[in-house]
């Protein structure tokens, strides 16, 4: 079964502080693709970065950045020097190729509130 | 750049009432799919659609739901006897494969659903 879990329900930083959001999944597939959304007040589902299985790498991409580690079965999402518009609430989700193929499964999000 | 809309964006409706929400998919994408989110939970997979007919879908998705793609463009979710814990915000999202590169799901503005 497919199983996502972000233990963070909530997390408050300080401005400019750096944040990192944990992501942990199960599955039994052996390819799989990971996810990170961002739902900002609003309500939208925004798409942040997709990582393929047999890609470790870990990425950048401006303030944020991603730690993809297969042997701790982690995803986890860092903001660095957080601002105010990094407030929502930040979604793991994982797809698997042979399971649910069709399908993402969500994490429970964690909240961030950045203050000013 | 193409993205996926809903309407209406706030549908109010009493209970046992019928509802459709409408999604237009992004024009080239192949495989669509519907959400569900209660309020404060987490994105919630309840059906995807490809060539015309369902293709997974999850415990969620009884029999008072239904899909359908009218036309070539719209894909609709129709709750046919609405119950007060379907009050929920519905994202409609599409693909243009089912995996690889081009696998990834955009997710329309959502659709909130409140049964009263």
């Known amino acids: 079964a497919q199983k996502v879990t972000q233990a963070q329900t909530e997390i408050s930083v300080v401005e400019k502080e750096d944040v990192t959001l944990d992501c942990v999944y199960e599955t039994r597939d052996t390819t799989y693709y990971l996810f990170w959304y961002k739902q900002p007040p609003s309500g939208e589902l925004v798409f942040l970065i997709r990582r393929n299985s047999f890609d470790e790498q870990n990425e950048i991409s401006g303030r944020y950045s991603w730690n993809f580690q297969k042997s701790t079965s982690s995803f986890n999402f860092t903001i660095t020097a957080s601002q105010v518009v990094d407030s929502a609430v930040y979604f793991c989700?994982?797809?698997?190729?042979?399971?649910?193929?069709?399908?993402?499964?969500f994490g429970t999000g964690t909240r961030l509130t950045v203050i000013p | 750049e193409p993205e996926v809309t809903q309407t209406p964006s706030h549908q109010v409706t009493q209970m046992g009432q019928e509802v459709i929400l409408r999604c237009v998919p992004i024009s080239n994408h192949l495989y669509f799919y519907w959400y569900r989110q209660i309020l404060g939970q987490k994105v919630e997979f309840l059906v995807s659609f490809y060539n015309n007919e369902i293709s997974e879908k999850s415990e969620i998705f009884d029999d008072q739901f239904s899909v359908e793609r009218p036309d070539g463009s719209n894909f609709t979710l129709k709750i046919r006897s609405t119950k007060l814990e379907d009050s929920a915000m519905y994202f409609c999202?599409?693909?243009?494969?089912?995996?690889?590169?081009?696998?990834?799901?955009?997710f329309g503005p959502g659709t909130r659903l409140t049964v009263t």
């Open positions: 999202a599409s693909s243009e494969a089912r995996t690889g590169a081009l696998s990834e799901q955009y």
């Open positions: 989700a994982l797809r698997g190729y042979q399971t649910g193929a069709n399908n993402l499964f």
